[in-house]
């Protein structure tokens, strides 16, 4: 995919603004706090719905203002796509996807395709379980719109058992509603878990190779999924399986008033040979199993869709030592890139074809 343009009104410190990015690599440039990140989140918004950095809606919205907005056009082998989102301080989100309004979010996804790698990727090794099952998520979600709504109707499913397990305890609510929530987190659950097996054993064929070729073969990388809940051979068997596992936890359930067992408490596992890469990695090698993690990111996302995703690399350069950063570039031919950084010189030898100034939410090209 190619990402033509970009129209953010009233979005974080912007009142207005209009980029192109080139086919290449695309720079902005500036001082902290001008506004550079804002810029990859509004396309990454655009590609999966969410801020990587919020989930409330309402920060996006330049302070003063009631509506945000946002646009990301596109062009696939298939023609044009253009995904347009508005944001409200009510909380209320307007979407459109080529000009038409569409009435559910998962809707955006797949149109407007990106990566974004950020510092906190590069810690994402060693973070909690969260940060991984969220890489997976957010990775499966731009990949099939069935995975987001499976997803989605397991949270609802989750929040709405917790709530029950509090009520239980507190006002006698009866134990038996329970059994509703558990068929829905097992249904929606066996689905996620059977996407996210087979996702993390593609991941492992991917990561691993990009790994070995990065480390020059000194290093042997595996990624295990590592679910809550083992499950069967079928999605069938993996909802019998989550069931049982839920009323076998009720009662601990009930005590801690919090679902003890099932996909949300999945993780993913990163080794070197047979070393716990999350426990025992050295600062350089977390940083290469994240840069291998997210170049795989690209490379299944190009595999399923048939075309490249936008790559954002939001301040990564500055972090990774002068070899892992030549590792990236070598990998950015052929990818359109977006990149922010305060000073040029980390991007030595990366090939820029368009150089933004970012100023006080102004963009100036500079030649
Ligand atoms: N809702 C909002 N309304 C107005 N301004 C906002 C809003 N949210 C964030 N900002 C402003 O946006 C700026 C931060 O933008 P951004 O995160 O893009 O900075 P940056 O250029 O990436 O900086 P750094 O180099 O530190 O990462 C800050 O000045 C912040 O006050
Ligand atoms: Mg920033």
Redesign the pocket.
Known sequence: MRLKAITLRDY??YSEAYIEPCEGVTVFM??????????LEAVYLCCTGRSHRTSRDR?????GQDTAYVKATGVRADGTHEVEIALNQAGKRRIKVNGSPVGRSGELLGHITGVLFSPEDLRMVKDGPAVRRRFIDMELSQLRPAYYYALQRYNRALKQRNALLKDCALNDASVETLDLWDSELALSGSEIIHSRKAFCERLNECARKIHSSITNGAETLEIKYEPNVAPGESTTETAECIKSALISSRESDLRRAATGKGAHHDDMGIYIGDMDARLYGSQGQVRTCALSLKLSEIEIISAESGEAPVLMLD?VMSELDPERRRQLIKRLEGVQTLV?C?DKNDLAGAGIGKLMK?EKATLSEEA
Do not use: F, Y
């Open positions: 974080r410190n500036g001082d902290n706090a001008q506004g550079k990140t804002n810029i920060e996006l919205i330049r302070m301040d922010t305060t970012v």
